[in-house]
């Protein structure tokens, strides 16, 4: 009487339980709202056809409507530019710098001020 054993090698992704994550495309993502929404086809065939859930195709209509109204939303006219942040850095040291200069300039007017008629600038 022998007993044999019978084992079997599990791939990691069902051993765990968890479906493996797949990303997609934004082209893929737009393309499954389009098809979504023209009707043709059921959402629940395209949901299993892509291996989404009804959550993921609400995320996506959603991201849809967001960038629609955000590109929609634009004023004509110039952009604002933008400027690196090194650059900024460098801007906002020499205005601060420029600050403290202008203010050292006010102190000493006043001074001079003082010694001088007491400050009139009519003579």
């Known amino acids: 009487m022998s007993v044999t054993k019978e084992t ?14 797949h990303f997609l495309s934004a ?18 065939e395209i949901l299993r056809r892509e291996g989404l ?4 195709l609400a995320r996506i209509r959603n991201h849809v409507k967001e960038g629609a109204l955000e590109r929609l939303s634009v004023r004509p006219g110039p952009r604002r530019k933008t400027v690196p942040m090194e650059n900024y850095e460098a801007l906002k040291g020499e205005l601060q710098d420029k600050e403290r200069a202008l203010a050292e300039q006010a ?5 001079l001020r003082k010694k001088t008629n007491g400050g009139s600038w009519e003579r």
Do not use: H, M, N, W
């Open 8 to 21: 079997k090698v599990l791939s990691p992704s069902f051993s765990e339980g968890k479906k493996k994550r």
């Open 27 to 44: 082209e893929k993502k737009y393309q499954i709202f389009l098809e979504s929404q023209s009707g043709e086809t059921p959402t629940g």
């Open 53 to 56: 859930y009804s959550t993921d």
């Open 107 to 111: 102190v000493e007017l006043a001074i």
